[in-house]
């Protein structure tokens, strides 16, 4: 079984678990299912089989697989709330021939199966659209058609989204140095970085999101975002608001590509500025209920209820492929313009190619990140929003395909998902064209 150090960490009002190697190998996607492992089942639980608070390692393995569908039930939130008089309706048109699709995956030599794909990955819910209908549906574990997963930093990519419509409005200036917005962050290491370098994550910064390492700043700033009770003694900074203006900078911004979770916290505090809205709130009116969310999301927060817009988002299956469906369409649903076309031909488009690769993504070669969207240039197009334990909005223009997976892998980090997921979401589009 997968054993863990430090078993949890606190990033924002979201959990990262921590995974190191094991001679054994984990739970199977069956053996872990919380169902099997009788997570919170009875009236009480026994006392083993509880997952809650104050214990903070519901987010390792396996617990995981209960928590990412009841991440409510463990912390504060604030509801991203949809319109109920605007519901839009899903068509459907299924397509069993989907569930013979055999492939290759990276690296390897033996073709895997439809099953193999959705069990290597701990795939807890899985929608694809093709042409707008919903042509295959699938949910196990502690997911059903009507609940809600925890999209981690696919939050990343509805805050950049956000960002490129006040862009593409002229509500935010790409251009514009942050302190510019934000004079509390004159004196960080962000202060001197413009919103694009912001958005597209080539800021300079000195923050290590090393896991490993128990003196990462990641875990100085887990411990500032939290939202539970500080321990007695804690003279740290408490939330977002308090911890962003103490980060420092490290190097020339626009350089190179870095993946850190805190430029998506400023994204969002520019985000709240520019609009005079905070995230969550931003996202319903401009997002969730002009596209006709069927249900309401939700966010963590910090102690003072800032949304956690690195990673807080929890949102149903199906309200995700509205929002595949939505970007597939440049922001049209019918006639109307929810946003401008230019928002998602921007991110379509990509950003800085050299940048991204001084990072050394060996599964994503030839990609680039644009406004918190991995975009990977391949012949199809593709690009994507996605999240640690595998959760993704795979767009794929060419094959007019959308796929929303929700997973629960054992370890943190696409690196070890992307081998058994990219190649399967190709021969997927490959299939639907052929049709």
């Known amino acids: 079984m997968l054993k863990h150090v430090g078993v949890v960490a606190l990033s924002g009002s979201m959990i990262l678990s921590l995974g190191c190697a094991s001679a054994n190998p984990p739970l199977s996607a069956e053996q872990s299912d919380p169902k099997v492992m009788g997570w919170m089942q009875g009236f009480p639980p026994a006392v083993e089989k509880r997952v809650m608070q104050p214990d903070s390692n519901f987010f ?56 193999d794909f959705l069990a290597k990955n701990y795939t807890d819910g899985l929608l694809i659209m093709h042409k707008g209908q919903v042509v295959y549906e699938y949910t196990t574990g502690c997911l059903d058609k009507h609940g809600k997963h925890a999209a981690m930093s696919m939050t990343k990519s509805m805050t950049g989204l956000l960002a490129q419509i006040l ?25 001197d970085a413009t919103v694009r370098q912001v958005m597209d994550m080539t800021t300079a910064i000195q923050f290590s999101e090393n896991y490993a390492d128990p003196n990462a700043d990641i875990w100085t700033y887990s411990r500032a975002a939290s939202p539970l009770p ?8 408490n939330g977002y608001f308090e ?5 420092q900078k490290n190097g020339e911004h626009g350089e190179a590509f ?3 979770t805190v430029n998506s916290d400023v994204l969002g505090w520019l985000i709240a500025r520019a609009s005079g809205q905070p995230v969550h709130q931003l996202l319903s009116e401009r997002i969730w209920q002009p596209m006709g969310a069927a249900y309401d999301a939700y966010m963590n927060v910090d102690a003072l209820g ?50 991204f690769a001084k990072a050394g993504y060996t599964t994503l070669p030839g990609g680039s990140y644009k406004s918190m969207w991995w975009v990977f240039h391949n012949a199809n197009g593709a690009y994507a929003a996605r999240g640690v334990h595998g959760q993704t909005i795979y767009i794929d223009p060419t094959a007019e395909m959308v796929i929303v997976r929700f997973a629960s892998f054992p370890q943190a980090g696409n690196a070890a998902i992307d081998p058994t997921s990219l190649p399967a979401y190709q021969a997927i589009a490959d299939y639907l064209v052929a049709k």
Request: hydrophobic fraction near 40%; aromatic fraction near 8%.
């Open 60 to 115: 390792s393995f396996p617990k995981l697989r209960w928590s990412v569908c009841h991440m409510r039930e463990l912390l504060p939130t604030a509801n991203v709330a949809r319109d109920p008089m605007q519901a839009s309706a899903l068509t459907y048109a299924l397509d069993d021939g989907i569930e013979s699709i055999t492939y290759t995956p990276i690296g390897g030599d033996e073709a895997l199966t439809w099953q």
């Open 306 to 355: 800032t949304p956690f817009a690195g990673g807080g988002l929890s949102a149903n299956l199906y309200d995700l492929g509205r929002v595949g469906q939505l970007m597939l369409a440049q922001g049209q649903l019918g006639e109307t313009e929810v946003f401008p076309r230019e928002v998602v031909q921007a991110i379509a488009a990509g950003g800085d190619k050299k940048a």
């Open 243 to 247: 911890y962003l203006p103490t980060v």
């Open 167 to 191: 862009v593409a409005e002229g509500a935010l200036d790409e251009n514009a140095l942050v302190s510019s917005v934000i004079p509390e962050l004159e004196g960080s290491g962000f202060g």
């Open 258 to 260: 870095g993946y850190r």
């Open 230 to 237: 500080k321990p007695e003694g804690y003279t740290g900074p």
